[in-house]
C-alpha cells in the first residue's frame, strides 16, 4: 500500500527554492525516462528537480525514501517536506504542467483516486514489458535514459 509521508529534508539548494518539487523515479527504465522528458518538456519553469533513485544522495537527503519503494513508483519531494509516492504524485505534476493543469482537476472527482491507483499500479507492474514490445514498434532498443 502506497502511503503519503512528511519529512523535513536537510537544508540544500533544493529547499532554497520554495516553489521547486522533487520528482524521483527509476533512471534506468526508459520509460520512466521517456515521461520525465515529456515533464520537462512541459513544466512551468523551475517546477521540479528530477532526480533517478539510482542516486545515492537520494536517500541520504530523504531518508523516509526507500530504495525499493523508489524503484516501484515515482516519488514527488513537495517544498514542504511531504513525499506523495505512486499515483499520489500524479495530481500534483499535473498542476506544475503548462498546457495540462486542466487535467489535475479530474482527480477531484467521486472514484477518480480509486481508478487512478489501480491504473498507475498496473502501469508500474508491467512498465518494463511495455517497454520491450513499444521497442519492437519503434525500433528503439535500449535506449540510455535522458537525466
Same mark, same amino acid.
Given at each position: 500500500?502506497?502511503?503519503?509521508? =512528511? ?48 542516486? =545515492? =544522495? ?24 511531504? /513525499? ?10 499535473? =498542476? ?36 520491450? /514490445? ?14
Amino acid at each position: 500500500m502506497l502511503f503519503c509521508v =512528511e519529512i523535513v529534508p536537510q537544508e540544500d539548494e533544493f529547499m532554497k527554492n520554495k516553489k521547486q518539487a522533487m520528482l524521483i523515479c527509476d533512471g534506468s527504465c526508459s520509460l520512466c525516462s521517456g515521461v520525465i522528458a515529456w515533464i520537462k518538456k512541459n513544466e512551468k519553469e523551475n517546477s521540479f528537480v528530477m532526480l533517478p533513485c539510482q542516486m =545515492e =544522495e537520494t536517500f541520504s537527503q530523504f531518508p523516509g525514501i526507500e530504495r525499493m519503494g523508489c524503484l516501484n513508483a515515482i516519488h514527488l519531494v513537495l517544498p514542504n517536506g511531504t /513525499i506523495l509516492v505512486g499515483e499520489q504524485a500524479i495530481p500534483e505534476v499535473l =498542476e506544475r504542467l503548462r498546457r495540462y493543469r486542466f487535467l489535475a482537476l479530474f482527480f477531484t472527482l467521486p472514484g477518480s483516486q480509486t481508478m487512478l491507483r489501480i491504473a498507475y499500479r498496473w502501469f508500474a507492474d508491467q512498465r518494463y514489458k511495455l517497454v520491450t /514490445i513499444l521497442s519492437y514498434f519503434t525500433g528503439k532498443r535500449n535506449k540510455q535514459p535522458h537525466w
